[in-house]
């Protein structure tokens, strides 16, 4: 099987790049990014690229699968429309070019929040106003829902891990536990999170799979960000949303995130696509990042 891989050079990428190249039944591996990645093995060819360009098509040519890794955007409303043109150019092309396996790394950003039951991968979306990143990723998922209607025949996986964390991750969780600093909240939320190796495990099992669809990532266990904190086992100083936003250089939107409940119901991947995280409890994956 020959895989193309976009967002090639990011931290997360290396991981998966490196877990693909260890799987026999893989005979190449494109990365797709406009930065050069580190990773190097016999089997894996970098081309530095837009996706945006008309030149994808050609890049695409004799591959059978694509993971896309939705690439990190920036703070305004002309990175967001990026973000979809970048997508949509890419699962345009990747028809044209004939790829029938087709899996998207989306994230649990694009739900809106909700206190009380977990919520399974039919409940509404909502991106949470003000953070650019959760908007572009829900603006890629609303073209998907067209896109996978009108191409039956192409297999579609939607990946949606809750905040991720690990060593090669950058999310706003994964950055807020490495500082000593904490989120000021008036009322505690119920959150989950999954650890990058448990990802990775999660686009393997779909990549060798015929499942379809959408998949919720997430450990069995929620907790509230202060308990989050305390598993860090760190002393934190609480900041307003604004001011930390402004020490962790992203939007107050998605600091806010963190202040709305979300519990994910994770069945569906754990019995069709036989997903079982290496890390399934809280203080497993805080102690692991």
């Known amino acids: ?44 060819v970098q081309v530095v690229l837009d996706l945006r360009s008309p030149m ?18 920036g703070d305004d409303a002309a990175a967001r429309g990026e973000s979809l043109e970048a997508a949509q150019n890419l699962y345009t092309r ?19 929040a909700r ?10 979306r909502g991106a949470a106003p003000g953070c650019a990143a959760a908007e572009a990723l829900q603006a890629v998922e609303t073209w998907l829902d067209d896109f ?26 994964a950055r807020l536990l490495r500082q000593h600093l904490a989120l000021r909240q008036s009322t505690p ?25 959408a998949f919720n990532l997430a450990c069995k266990e929620s907790a509230t960000l202060a308990a989050l904190h305390r598993q860090a086992r760190w002393l934190r100083l609480p900041m307003a949303a604004r001011l930390l936003a402004h020490r962790l250089d992203t939007s107050a939107g998605c600091i806010e995130a963190l202040s709305h409940s979300l519990v994910l119901d994770t069945a569906r991947a754990r019995t069709e696509l036989g997903w079982q995280p290496r890390y399934d409890r809280v203080r497993e994956i805080i102690r692991h990042r």
């Open 1 to 44: 099987m020959n895989v193309l891989v976009t967002g090639s050079a990011s931290g997360f990428a290396q991981l998966l790049l490196a877990r693909l190249a260890a799987d026999p039944g893989i005979e190449l591996i494109l990365g797709v990014d406009q930065h050069e990645s580190a990773f190097t093995h016999e089997r894996y």
């Open 56 to 73: 994808l098509e050609r890049v695409l040519q004799g591959m059978q699968a694509m993971i896309h890794l939705a690439p990190a955007i």
């Open 94 to 112: 990747a028809l044209a070019a004939d790829i029938r396996h087709l899996i998207h790394l989306s994230s649990a950003l694009v739900y809106s």
């Open 189 to 213: 939320t119920q959150l989950q999170c999954v650890h990058e190796e448990d990802v990775v495990e999660a686009i393997l099992r779909a990549l060798h799979s015929k499942v379809h669809g």
């Open 148 to 173: 996978e209607a009108e191409h039956p025949t192409r297999r579609l996986v939607r990946l949606r891990p809750h905040w991720l964390v690990g060593p090669h991750v950058d999310s706003v969780l």
């Open 115 to 124: 206190a009380g039951n977990a919520v399974d991968e039919q409940h509404a």
